[in-house]
């Protein structure tokens, strides 16, 4: 099974950039779809954003289009969430996640196989 961690996380302020990445512990990352999610704080895990492995399609939760970007490196397995802009309201965990039902990502977190540990962003004003 894909194990999947996490690193590039920290405490920035409002309007800095910070970029997440995702590399496949062991082997090829053989999923065919990944996502972002984060969790703040009492709410639910929410989708950000999700990638397809093998044409690189993207996708992005309202809240982030514009600011958010994420990309692929195929050669070493690792997916990346490059974050610009970034607002109080981002602060969370975020988790990477991989799926091997299909080709395509969803924003329903039940639908994924694998997830990192989780990262904690923090942003403030």
């Known amino acids: 099974q894909v194990q999947l961690v996490e690193s590039g996380g920290g405490s920035v302020q409002a309007g800095d950039s910070l970029r997440l990445s995702c590399a496949a512990s062991?082997?090829?990352?053989?999923?065919?779809?990944a996502a972002w999610f984060r969790q703040a704080p009492g709410k639910e895990r929410e989708f950000v954003a999700g990638?397809?492995?093998?044409?690189?399609?993207?996708g992005y939760a309202n809240t982030v289009k514009g600011r958010f970007t994420c990309s692929k490196d195929s050669a070493k397995n690792t997916i990346y969430l490059q974050m610009n802009n970034l607002k109080p309201e981002d602060t969370a965990v975020y988790y990477c996640?991989?799926?091997?039902?299909?080709?395509?990502?969803?924003?329903?977190?039940?639908?994924?196989?694998?997830w990192g540990q989780g990262t904690q962003v923090t942003v403030s004003s």
């Open positions: 990638i397809t492995w093998t044409s690189g399609f993207t």
């Open positions: 996640a991989s799926r091997t039902s299909d080709r395509a990502f969803y924003s329903d977190a039940g639908t994924y196989d694998a």
């Open positions: 062991e082997g090829t990352f053989t999923s065919y779809a």
